[in-house]
């Protein structure tokens, strides 16, 4: 049971478009949400993060939206770059801590 | 400096066979991790140990038992190797096992088994 759904499994954006990835989940404990992004051949590492009790938190080009009553967070990348290319997982933690549940991954290309 | 390391890189064993995977991190955190990343780049935790003592303990086969030595080390050995432990391992540490840590993951060990 994927407590943590992502979508879409794949996506091609050209350079300078905006690039959206999309969570939803279920478990209504999950109160942190973080994003990682991971490159070919290399560990996840973490991109940008957010708690409940804001809508919105943006650093650069990189924007997380929150809908606490939909149960749904997103990624947003603005002005995408090939550079930006790699997998993208969103996540959640309970507030117990210590255990991220991922998302399935989002491959994203940016084309030049 | 590399702030997570694992090795080796890469493992290629037949089944049946018994291997290890190293981790270390000099990051002086207090929590470290075990994750498993199959072919579908889905990515699961399977053990954490903070401050040296086991706190998280996924449904994972026996066969595999983590230890770690001292809070910069967490080891992982796989006995009785199987096809379907073909994945990649990362080993991932964070400042302690609160809520909200950041997690930091190491380069991953490629375990390949004929």
């Known amino acids: 049971q994927q407590q943590v759904k992502q979508s879409p499994q794949s996506l091609i954006v050209q350079k300078g478009g905006i690039s959206i990835i999309n969570c939803a989940y279920e478990n209504t404990a999950f109160d942190y949400f973080p994003w990682y992004q991971q490159f070919p051949g290399k560990g996840p590492a973490l991109l940008i993060a957010?708690?409940?009790?804001?809508s919105e938190k943006k650093e650069g080009r990189f924007t997380i939206s929150f809908n606490k009553s939909a149960k749904q967070f997103s990624l947003h990348i603005m002005d995408s770059q090939p550079g930006d290319s790699a997998t993208y997982f969103c996540?959640?933690?309970?507030?117990?801590?210590?255990?991220?549940?991922f998302g399935e991954g989002t491959q994203l290309t940016v084309n030049p | 400096d590399t702030a997570v390391s694992q090795t080796p890189k890469y493992l290629v064993t037949q089944m049946g066979n018994d291997k290890s995977i190293k981790c270390e991190q000099n990051?002086?955190?207090?929590?470290m991790y075990w994750y498993k990343q199959d072919s579908k780049k889905f990515l699961k935790i399977m053990f954490s140990?903070?401050?040296?003592?086991?706190?998280i303990n996924e449904t994972v086969p026996n066969r595999f038992s983590p230890k770690s030595p001292d809070k910069a080390h967490l080891n992982l050995h796989i006995n009785s190797l199987e096809l379907g432990d073909s994945a990649v391992y990362f080993c991932?540490?964070?400042?302690?096992?609160?809520?909200?840590?950041?997690?930091?993951f190491g380069p991953g060990t490629r375990l390949t088994v004929l």
């Open positions: 991932a540490s964070s400042q302690d096992a609160g809520w909200g840590r950041e997690q930091f």
């Open positions: 996540a959640a933690e309970e507030t117990s801590g210590s255990r991220l549940t």
């Open positions: 990051l002086g955190h207090d929590t």
């Open positions: 957010i708690r409940p009790d804001v």
């Open positions: 140990y903070n401050n040296k003592e086991l706190i």
